[in-house]
């Protein structure tokens, strides 16, 4: 075996390094089929996570509130919804908890983004994740990817021998 050399770019402002980018590499005919329902009230809020998760491939429908996103759930099942708590007539945690209650919609992960910090409401009524406002673009696109293909995430294990 014989090594090969590594190019390194002497200036990385002319080409960052993408930490998506072996996921991207792999997945890139995966990710135009997955498609993600992302929920929220406030336009510009909706408009910017769209305009991110197309960038990355991603076939996104939007909501303006929740009965329309329950509608759109059922009639397209996405491999994900992201939901905003805070939204007019339905929260997004009654959203959430009428699509898990769903045997259409029940076992599509939930990404709760908000602004108030209650991750453990979401969590007991069985949303998968929950993120505060605002978010990190990468950090929010990791855990896109986490929710949607669990078998991305990186894991330790411990093991114990006599």
Same mark, same amino acid.
């Given at each position: 075996?014989?090594?090969?050399?590594?190019?390194?770019?002497?200036?990385?402002?002319?080409?960052?390094?993408?930490?998506?980018?072996?996921?991207?590499?792999?997945?890139?005919?995966?990710?135009?089929?997955?498609?993600?329902?992302?929920?929220?009230?406030?336009?510009?809020?909706?408009?910017?996570?769209?305009?991110?998760?197309?960038?990355?491939?991603?076939?996104?429908?939007?909501?303006?509130?929740?009965?329309?996103?329950?509608?759109?759930?059922?009639?397209?099942?996405?491999?994900?919804?992201? &939901?905003?708590?805070?939204?007019?007539?339905? /929260?997004?945690?009654?959203?959430? /908890?009428?699509?898990?209650?769903?045997?259409?919609?029940?076992?599509?992960?939930?990404?709760?983004?908000?602004?108030?910090?209650?991750?453990? &409401?979401?969590?007991?009524?069985?949303?998968?994740?929950?993120?505060?406002?605002?978010?990190?673009?990468?950090?929010?696109?990791?855990?896109?990817?986490?929710?949607?293909?669990?078998?991305?995430?990186?894991?330790?294990?411990?093991?114990?021998?006599?």
């Amino acid at each position: 075996m014989g090594l090969h050399p590594i190019q390194v770019c002497a200036d990385s402002r002319k080409h960052p390094i993408d930490p998506l980018a072996n996921f991207k590499a792999s997945n890139s005919t995966d990710m135009a089929k997955q498609t993600i329902l992302v929920v929220d009230d406030e336009p510009d809020i909706l408009e910017l996570v769209q305009y991110n998760l197309e960038k990355e491939g991603y076939v996104v429908h939007t909501a303006n509130h929740g009965r329309e996103a329950i509608q759109i759930a059922r009639s397209v099942t996405p491999h994900l919804i992201l &939901l905003d708590v805070m939204m007019p007539e339905l /929260s997004g945690l009654d959203v959430a /908890s009428m699509l898990k209650g769903d045997p259409t919609t029940g076992t599509i992960p939930i990404l709760i983004l908000s602004i108030l910090e209650d991750a453990e &409401l979401g969590l007991r009524i069985g949303v998968d994740r929950y993120m505060t406002k605002p978010t990190d673009t990468r950090e929010l696109l990791i855990a896109v990817r986490e929710l949607i293909d669990p078998s991305s995430l990186t894991r330790r294990v411990l093991i114990g021998h006599d």
